[in-house]
């Protein structure tokens, strides 16, 4: 019998080396870093750093996303129509030094002596410009999951590396901010806050120069010289991308008041010190990371849909419970480790149905669009981050919260403890029981990821 031909190496240039992973990786650490810094701390940092009124914090979060309404869109498209080996690494290359730049005016605290309006609305323009500039780089970045290689087993290793830069990132922002910016300031957390994002936007710099300098783009997408009509018309008629999108906005929504409350919950709920949040989110940070290694094998036992169902679930379940014990740091801090774990399990579930809906369940035309695919997705998680910052700021201004005060009231008290764990619980069984029912069993194996994950719920 005669053996087969040993299979042919591919060339150097198409192969993807340890190097390329680990990079790639690496700018989702960088690019968790800040989104984890605005999750956590830019509420915290407006009211008790910049002494704004609750309120206008909501407003502000609310307008400056309202420039990636066309910003995000016109990302997507601009990458699905750019030559082969040239869609997202110029965008990611361009845009990372406007990117760090807008990092540090964001958390620039600007002189007291300025009226509240000028000083709003200078915040304001920052916030806006870092809005505008994550998006592209991030959309960029996001893409080269699908542009790096067509490989599905190259694709699953680029996304578990991803999730683990993702979490690592994270970490870091939980463990080092607060105790960094009393560090650099000697107490003083306004100037703590300037240094500090100065050191921050040097490091995040360099964690996302690594993909824009290590990865290569090895694979066109398939679009076509199709009218953007034609391909939003497409992507939304993509039953299963909708429902994933929904229940990610939902989920996002969640996170976004229970991680902006933290701060508040722990300090005038719970009455530990504001480091213990940090603590906090290092614990669950690391539970996420547990989670992400307990997916996938109950994903090949159960299939990534039901599993992303019932994790959802459970996470919003834990945290009802925790919201109906007594308000103890021990009970809180247990509900929440058990709520990272089920986010890390759901994550690579919820990646590996998002691949599978977008690279196989096109709309009746048949298109499939990563790039705006990818930039709607991404644009409806960041719109749940500032529609959810605003809506917590309302509440928080509603139940009577006193900007930069030593204690609060028992009606304040009450207000951060519900927007810290009873509306994410509340949003999250929505997006398990509602959205997300009846949703597609399937082997994440086969459905692997084929576009970019979308931002850590």
């Known amino acids: 019998m005669m053996r087969p031909p040993a299979p042919v190496p591919p060339p150097p240039a198409l192969r993807v080396g340890l190097k390329e992973i680990v990079a790639f990786g690496a700018g989702d650490a960088g690019f968790n870093i800040i989104w984890g810094l605005m999750l956590s701390y830019l509420a915290y940092f407006y009211t008790d750093i910049c002494f704004f009124p609750a309120r206008m914090v909501g407003f502000m979060l609310l307008a400056a996303r309202a420039a990636s309404l066309v910003t995000d869109p016109a990302v997507g498209l601009w990458i699905d129509r750019r030559p082969a080996g040239h869609q997202a690494l110029p965008l990611l290359r361009g845009g990372l030094v406007p990117f760090m730049v807008l990092v540090v005016l ?140 929904g229940a990610m906005l939902l989920t996002m929504l969640g996170s976004t008041f229970l991680f902006g409350a933290l701060v508040y919950d722990v300090r005038y709920v719970l009455h530990a010190g504001d480091h213990m949040a940090g603590w906090l989110l290092g614990m ?89 695919g990818w930039a709607l997705n991404s644009m409806a998680s960041k719109m ?37 764990l009873l509306v994410p619980a509340v949003l999250y069984l929505l997006a398990g029981t509602v959205v997300l029912r009846g949703l597609g069993v399937q082997n994440p194996v086969a459905a692997v990821n084929s576009t970019a994950s979308p931002p850590p719920t």
Not at 187 to 212: H, I, K
Not at 217 to 227: H, K, L, N
Not at 232 to 241: D, G, I
């Open 384 to 420: 749940a981050f500032d529609v959810g910052g605003s809506l917590l700021a309302g509440v928080l201004a509603a139940a009577g919260l006193a900007s930069g005060a030593g204690h609060q009231t028992a009606q304040a008290q009450a207000g951060i403890h519900a927007g810290c």
């Open 106 to 245: 964001t958390f620039v605290p600007l002189p007291r002596g300025w009226p509240i309006v000028a000083r709003g609305l200078c915040a304001g323009m920052a916030y806006m410009g870092l809005c505008v500039s994550y998006g592209v780089v991030n959309t960029a970045y996001g893409v080269m999951t699908s542009l790096i290689s067509s490989d599905p087993a190259i694709r699953l290793r680029l996304a578990t590396s991803r999730m683990v830069g993702a979490t690592l990132g994270g970490l870091v922002v939980s463990m080092v901010t607060l105790p960094a910016v009393d560090f650099l300031g000697h107490g003083n957390r306004q100037a703590g806050f300037a240094l500090f994002m100065m050191v921050v936007a040097c490091v995040v710099g360099a964690l996302v120069w690594l993909p824009a300098r290590l990865c290569h783009e090895r694979v066109a997408t398939d679009c076509g010289d199709a009218p953007p009509r034609q391909l939003v018309v497409s992507l939304l008629a993509n039953r299963a991308w909708r429902r994933l999108t």
């Open 284 to 372: 669950m940070s690391l539970m996420v990371l547990a989670g992400c290694g307990l997916s996938l094998p109950l994903c090949a036992r159960w299939g990534a849909g039901v599993v992303m169902r019932c994790g959802t679930v459970a996470a919003g379940c834990i945290l009802l419970l925790a919201y109906g014990l007594p308000a103890r740091l021990d009970l809180t801090g247990a509900g929440l480790g058990l709520f990272g774990l089920c986010v890390g399990v759901c994550n690579p579930a919820c990646f590996t149905l998002l691949a599978h809906a977008m690279r196989h369940e096109g709309g009746a035309d048949g298109l499939h669009t990563v790039g705006l």
